[in-house]
Structure formats: structure tokens, C-alpha cells
């Protein structure tokens, strides 16, 4: 077995476009580790149900955390598949139906294990926070006993995984090329504003460094 | 029955943080013209999966397309989730416990049904364009037949539908309001680059009004 790409399955080869699927782990790391909020669905009584929440990449492993607690919902040995897609830019081509996005996606599918082993429901705890704003997790004051009791935290194994990209200019139908209209991409990124300190901030504490330069890792 | 806002259901209603729930058709409309890509879940064999795809509002139904055609997938008369997710910012709390992050995002559950009559269809594809870029589609070389039929499109009534938003500075405990530590909010926005011109490009056409100056409507 190729170790540097994940095997794809029944379940996660794609049909439709192939030429935009990537099984390599370090494309499906890379995009797991841009972005913020993941897409989880999971079934309740054959309704599907899909949440946005937090994660972070560990190696091999998903962890997620957040909405977990809701009543509704994800419960650890849940079937449940996990999407993050990060939006690249709009695709505007001559023709309205080569309209298209640029964007890159993961979409990992398996069986949640509920996180019960204190070290490594610290450890990804701190990897939630660390994956949001590299950096913070020093400078804050960390979970007691009490808050890792509270939070549920779940973890995904990395094994049935497949990424999706598409990137580059319109694809035109070729009569189309001879017609005077604009085509291109108009490129979309998640960028940062001003820190907005918290009104009730002690204002002589600035702004530290991991905020202030705060950045996505390059692509 | 209150017209201004969808009637929760054992299924929409929020356990989790209510307060962060909302049902008025005026926050789940706004949320839903505001995104580009919404999440959509359905389930193959037990199995959950969950694909980003375009969408588009026209009323009180939402239109979808694109990954559609998939042989795994998503078919006409299957129940879904559509989950579009705005993210706002990163709430950086003095623990690492209330970190958070501030988004709107709506949930719609149903069931799909196959748009057929040509002229909804062709309405629903222009939705699509125009949801992305307003203005664009008078521009454009409209669909044929052709491309009209091998175009799926799907249709989710907005029936069970609620919206759950986060807003504000961070909320910490007491007693970690007197630590030396900066608290608040990274306001986040996805937003245009420079048109990227395909490099085919007539380089005589000008980017035109819509593109240049595009952006989301102002909340």
C-alpha cells in the first residue's frame, strides 16, 4: 500500500470529475489544516443532519468538539462523514453553465471514538485551540478538571479520505472563446480585520503578536 | 402561525444554547443570500456523506446544483441537510476552555424534489449565476437545451429551517477577567482579490461593472 495517498474506497473514489480528486495525504493535510469549521453529518432516526464545528488535524486524527453536547446529536460510534472546503474563487466564464467556484475540500468518512484518556483529551483540546491561532495556547489559562469533564471531544481516524480541488480560469465551450465577454476568476480569501479587544480589556495589555500577525499557513 | 418566522420542530428546535438560536425568515434569508457554498447531507446505505455544492434562494425554496450528477449521490426525493456556515470571526477568551467562534449559519432539512418544468429550471440556473454575481447573467450566453438538460437541479422547500448565529466579545469566567491576558474578537470576512482575467482573455474587454465592484450585500 502507497503510504503517501489514502486508499480510495467504494465510498470515497470519485465519480463525477475525477480529474479533480486527490487521495495524497499531503493535499488532504493541507487543506485540513487552512481551515476553521468542518461540516459533520451524521444520521439521527435516517434523517441526515450536518453541523458546523471546530477541529483540528493530529497526525491521523480528526478531533472534533463543540455542538457535540447538543441532545439532537453527535454521539461518539456515530457513522459520520466530515467535510471541510475552503473557498478559492468565483469562476466566471462566458458561458452561464460553465460557471463555476475554485476550491479545495476534504471529505473524511468513518466512525467517531469518544476522547476519555485525560492526557489525550487535553492534548487535543490544545489542538483546537492551537489550530484556530497558533501560538495561543501558552498565553492563556488552560482547562481545568472541571472544563475537560465538560467538553466532549470526539476523534475521527483518517482512513476513508478523499480531497477535491479545482483550480485555474474558466473552461469554455470552444465557439464560445470567439464571444466578447469578460471571463477570469475573481479570487476570495478569509481575511483578517482589526483585533477588536474585548470592551472590558484592561487597555494597557496590547495586542500580542499572534494576533496582530495573525495569518493563515501559506498554500 | 407566525408568517415572519419557520415553526420549530422536534428536529430544529436548539437544546444546545438556545439563545443562539433564531427562526425568522429574515436571519435565515440573510444568512442564506450572504454564503456561496452550502453543505448538503444525505445518506447512502446508513452511511452519512456530506458535499459542498452552489445554491441559490428564490423565495421560499432553495435551488441546488452541480455535484448532483454524482453516480454516489444525491438524487431527487432523498431527505437532505443544507447547512450554509458565515464565518465571522475568532472569539480568543482569556481560557482556552470559552474560546470560540462568532458565524451565522442556517440548517434546512427536507425533502428534495427534482426541478423538471423548463422554465423553473431555467429560472433556478439563472438564480445560480445571479446569487454569485449579481448582474451577471444578462451578460452572458444563456443555457441551451442541451446544457439544460444535462443540468440537475434540485429543490428544497424551506419548511424546517432554523438559524443559530454568535455575536460579541468573548464570554470568560469571573474570576479570569482580572488576568493579564488580551481577550477579544478577530473579525474575519471573505473578500475579493484582483480579477484574474482568463488568460485567453481578448485583452480590449473590459472587467466589467459587476465583477469590479462586486461584493455581498452589507448585513
Redesign the interface.
Known amino acids: 500500500m502507497d503510504t503517501d495517498r489514502y486508499q480510495p474506497t467504494e465510498?470515497t473514489r470519485a465519480?463525477?470529475l475525477p480529474e479533480r480528486a486527490a487521495y495524497d495525504r499531503a493535499t488532504v493535510h493541507a487543506i485540513l489544516d487552512e481551515g476553521?469549521?468542518c461540516?459533520?453529518?451524521?444520521?439521527v432516526d435516517?434523517?441526515?443532519?450536518?453541523?458546523?464545528t471546530?477541529y483540528a488535524r493530529v497526525g491521523e486524527t480528526v478531533f472534533l468538539h463543540g455542538?457535540t453536547?447538543?441532545?439532537?446529536g453527535l454521539r461518539p460510534g456515530m457513522?459520520?462523514?466530515?467535510?471541510v472546503?475552503l473557498?478559492d474563487?468565483?469562476v466566471?466564464?462566458?458561458?452561464?453553465?460553465h460557471?463555476s467556484?475554485n476550491?479545495r475540500?476534504v471529505?473524511a468518512?468513518g466512525r467517531t471514538r469518544p476522547v476519555t484518556d485525560p492526557g489525550e483529551k487535553e492534548a487535543a483540546?490544545?489542538a483546537?485551540?492551537e489550530h484556530?491561532?497558533p501560538g495561543?495556547?501558552d498565553?492563556?489559562?488552560?482547562?481545568d478538571r472541571r472544563?475537560l469533564a465538560?467538553?466532549a471531544v470526539l476523534a475521527l481516524p483518517l482512513r476513508e479520505v478523499s480531497a477535491k480541488v479545482r483550480t485555474g480560469?474558466?473552461k469554455d465551450d470552444e465557439p464560445?472563446?470567439e464571444?466578447?465577454?469578460?471571463?477570469?476568476?475573481?479570487?476570495?480569501?478569509?481575511?483578517?480585520?482589526?483585533?477588536?479587544?474585548?470592551?472590558?480589556?484592561?487597555p494597557s495589555?496590547?495586542?500580542?503578536g499572534h494576533?496582530a500577525s495573525?495569518a493563515r499557513p501559506a498554500r
Chains 1, 2 share one sequence.
Open positions: 465510498r465519480r463525477r476553521f469549521i461540516h459533520v453529518g451524521f444520521v435516517g434523517q441526515p443532519f450536518v453541523v458546523p471546530g455542538s453536547g447538543s441532545r439532537l457513522d459520520v462523514c466530515v467535510t472546503t473557498l474563487g468565483l466566471l466564464a462566458r458561458s452561464a453553465f460557471h467556484m476550491y475540500s471529505m468518512i483540546l490544545r483546537l485551540v484556530i491561532v495561543r495556547s498565553e492563556v489559562r488552560g482547562g472544563e465538560a467538553t480560469p474558466p464560445d472563446y464571444l466578447p465577454i469578460w471571463a477570469g476568476v475573481l479570487p476570495l480569501a478569509l481575511t483578517p480585520g482589526d483585533p477588536a479587544p474585548d470592551p472590558v480589556l484592561d495589555i496590547p495586542t500580542p494576533v495573525w
